[in-house]
């Protein structure tokens, strides 16, 4: 499940905050370079790896990512942050297996 934390009417791909919410867990990447998993901040890099052969990474190469492995495969998500002052230039990659596991990408905002 993905969440774009709405910027009050702005431009879609300007927002607040981008979430990957993934087995139970709720990773996001925020303006200021901020990345926090389940509310609580955490520092770069972060993997956290999950018993099936998941795992979710938090990287800062000058943008700060996540990235959802799938059973060790190439990334299944990618959800880019690039820092503005107010707002974070988000973008997303998805892999064909998403396809319809997905919710609210075409980003107007009307919660489905």
Excluded at 55 to 61: D, F, M, P, Q, S
Aim: hydrophobic fraction near 30%.
């Amino acid at each position: 499940y993905f969440k774009n934390v709405d910027l009050h009417g702005g431009p879609t791909r300007y927002t607040q905050r981008i979430e990957l919410e993934f087995k139970g867990h709720k990773f996001a990447i925020s303006r200021q370079s901020t990345a926090t998993v389940d509310g609580n901040r955490v520092q770069t890099p972060y993997v956290r790896k999950f018993t099936n052969g998941d795992r979710v990474e938090i990287i800062h190469n000058g943008q700060l990512e996540i990235l959802l492995y799938s059973k060790n495969r190439s990334p299944t998500v990618r959800l880019r942050a690039t820092d503005g002052t107010s707002y974070i230039n988000a973008e997303m990659w998805l892999h064909g297996s998403c396809a319809g596991v997905t919710q609210g990408l075409c980003g107007n905002w009307n919660g489905n």
